[in-house]
């Protein structure tokens, strides 16, 4: 995006210093136009799902804003402000979903902990409540999005997509007979590093 800004810039000082005089509309109209062209290549730059220190960044901001209250109120000890994460394509459409994985004593207790799913631009799906690490995506599909598979309650749960978000509480839901060995393992504690928020 610099270099984008930056061809911008030399274009914009070759078009007004090679004027000899020019009047204030027909500044402005370039300038306008200028503005066009560096507004529309900055929309076709793509957002690269790849880079991960830009999407650990995303999630800190989306955890901090989210959170902002317990945290100015002191809620949230260094352990709880710990999360781990993985990202795939649940809905099959190019972009990648990120499962965030929280942890420490204000996010887990006996019957697991908190997982946040965002969209790859950092909006809340959906917020699942007692799950244990890891969690497993099925090939299996439910209103176009990927079905999960969540240890919860004791047991892995079939979490399906109800066509705006998953449940929140898998507990409740039915057991997953198969072997999970074959899925997609996300979030595994072990494998993964911690960030802070």
């Not at 990202?87 to 019957?111: K, R």
Request: aromatic share 10%.
């Amino acid at each position: 995006m610099k270099n984008i800004d930056l061809r911008i810039l030399i274009g914009f000082l070759v078009l007004f210093g090679c004027k000899s005089s020019s009047s204030v509309e027909e500044i402005s109209s370039e300038i306008s136009a200028i503005q066009v062209i560096s507004d529309t290549t900055r929309e076709e730059s793509p957002y690269s799902q790849n880079d991960q220190e830009n999407i650990k960044r995303l999630i800190q901001k989306t955890l901090t804003d989210i959170f902002k209250e317990d945290l100015e109120k002191g809620f949230l000890d260094s352990l709880s402000r710990q999360f781990k994460y993985s990202q795939v394509d649940l809905n099959e459409d190019g972009n990648l979903e990120i499962l965030v994985g929280l942890t420490g004593p204000y996010f887990c207790g006996s019957g697991g902990c908190t997982v946040l799913l965002f969209t790859s631009h950092g909006d809340v799906i959906t917020r699942f409540s007692v799950v244990k690490y890891p969690a497993y995506v099925d090939s299996e599909t439910t209103n176009g999005w990927k079905n999960l598979i969540l240890y919860s309650g004791g047991k892995n749960r079939v979490v399906k997509f109800d066509g705006q978000k998953y449940p929140s509480n898998p507990s409740t839901l039915p057991v997953y007979s198969d072997q999970v060995e074959s899925l997609n393992k996300v979030l595994d504690w072990m494998e993964l590093n911690s960030f802070d928020f």
